[in-house]
């Protein structure tokens, strides 16, 4: 199995900065892709930023130029750092990761994190 661990979210001012951190760990045999999506008050589930295992990124149209999505050259983990966050960006943020683990042979797995909220007030 492959868990999902977040941190770094939090209460800032409109304007302000964050960085989310997300962790993977267990058997993981390889990742295709990591991700960052986010669920406001009352919204849908949306997809905020990608990464793939190339280096080849999306952005959300309304995040573009102010967030920017990483990874860690050694290890499982990818960030999204925040920049000048507005109030419209207030949201549950869940990582999301595609890859392949091992159980006793190859398995596909596609894993959420429990999400860590963000708040932007004006």
């Known amino acids: 199995q492959v868990q999902l661990v977040e941190s770094g979210g939090g209460l800032v001012q409109a304007g302000g900065s964050l960085r989310l951190s997300c962790a993977a760990s267990?058997?993981?045999?390889?990742?295709?892709?990591m991700a960052w999506y986010r669920q406001g008050p009352g919204k849908q589930r949306e997809l905020v930023a990608r990464i793939n295992s190339g280096g080849s990124t999306y952005y959300l149209d309304s995040v573009k130029g102010r967030f920017t999505i990483s990874r860690a050259s050694a290890g499982n983990t990818v960030y999204l750092q925040m920049n000048s966050l507005k109030p419209e960006d207030t949201a549950v943020y869940y990582c999301n990761v595609d890859g392949t683990y091992f159980s006793g042979y190859v398995k596909n797995f596609n894993s959420w994190g429990q999400g860590t909220q963000v708040t932007v007030s004006s």
């Open positions: 267990g058997s993981i045999r390889s990742i295709s892709a």
